[in-house]
């Protein structure tokens, strides 16, 4: 378990830095979604990076923290998300208005709020025999993982029916030959939904195995847990954070394009370099083969030459010609 558990964190943090870096590179994908997703890779690193090792190595209070704390980041990055193209394909035309706003408070709500929900139980020393502690993790169920199911359901139900309903819009516009961008915004609105409908899917379905173990844990039964759900409940995890970016890469439009780009130039500078390595491009070069360069276009220059004193001296003859014909 360890083994692939570690496999899986190596694998989660090298995808989800390729979706930073493509970011980061291309300004054409600086956009306020992207700028969440970005947001949510980095969750997803912290995921891969630091709560599977060290959730695998030691377990102390500080582990127990740090574990909710990440576990809190990334639902509350995907939420962020959820939200942005909530409102990107409900309401279209406030949404480039609002978008600024959405993700400076996005950012700091996804990132603020788990910080301080995770470092509560503090004040009473994460003393788990109170009743203050059972009610913590009654809210943190809740609101940590029920609500942000029941959000991201009822948000994808609602933008796959808008979906439709553009759709519907697009065929009345193809048939009316109405402008070509706001087909494509339809479509491409389509897809991005694809995509993040998947990404949610892929949420609620691999923290299943958590909602099992904290309801457990909270009716004080967390010794029934039988010991494979907790062994799956790694994977889920692990699995939730690798599906991200392969489905950006995958399956977002822009980020496919981008990186059908990298690989066109990265294509194009291995056939200049496989060019240059040949040796006709070796002898043409300038320094090592000067002189097969120079033998070349000697030549040339001597047929210049002489096509120009074969031209002059054709000219003169004619001049002479229209002299005696005068």
């Not at 990132?111 to 004040?123: D, E, V």
């Not at 494979?228 to 994977?235: E, G, H, P, T, Y």
């Not at 000067?290 to 276009?297: D, P, Q, R, V």
Request: with cysteine.
């Amino acid at each position: 378990m360890v083994v692939s558990l570690s496999i899986l964190s190596v694998f989660i943090v090298l995808s989800n830095l390729c979706v930073c870096l493509l970011v980061y590179l291309k300004k054409a994908l600086r956009t306020n979604t992207n700028w969440l997703m970005v947001s949510l890779a980095v969750s997803d690193i912290l995921t891969g990076g630091v709560l599977l090792p060290v959730y695998l190595t030691v377990t102390t209070v500080v582990t127990n923290y740090l574990v909710c704390l990440i576990l809190l980041w990334g639902v509350a990055n995907l939420c962020a998300v959820t939200c942005d193209r909530y409102i990107a394909i409900l309401k279209p035309l406030e949404y480039p208005y609002r978008a600024p706003k959405i993700l400076k408070r996005a950012l700091i709500l996804s990132w603020l709020l788990p910080i301080i929900y995770a470092l509560l139980p503090l004040f009473w020393d994460t003393n788990a025999d109170l009743k203050i502690h059972k009610a913590y993790m009654v809210c943190l169920e809740f609101f940590g993982v029920v609500v942000p199911y029941i959000f991201i359901t009822f948000a994808y139900m609602r933008i796959f029916k808008q979906v439709q309903r553009s759709f519907t819009m697009k065929k009345n516009m193809e048939s009316l030959r109405v402008h070509k961008s706001e087909r494509r915004r339809i479509s491409s609105d389509a897809k991005v939904a694809k995509v993040f409908s998947i990404v949610a899917s892929a949420f609620l379905l691999c923290w299943l195995p958590i909602i099992c173990i904290t309801t457990a844990d909270i009716i004080n039964k967390y010794d029934e847990i039988p010991h494979a759900l907790l062994i799956v409940s790694f994977f889920t995890i692990a699995t939730s954070s690798l599906v991200n970016p392969l489905m950006y890469a995958f399956l977002k439009p822009d980020f496919k394009l981008a990186i059908r780009t990298c690989f066109r130039r990265g294509a194009r500078t291995n056939t200049g370099s496989t060019i240059r390595s040949l040796p006709l491009a070796s002898l043409t070069a300038v320094g090592t083969g000067g002189k097969y360069e120079n033998s070349l276009t000697v030549p040339l220059e001597k047929t210049e030459d002489n096509s120009s004193k074969e031209n002059s001296g054709s000219m003169e003859n004619s001049f002479q010609c229209s002299i005696n014909c005068k």
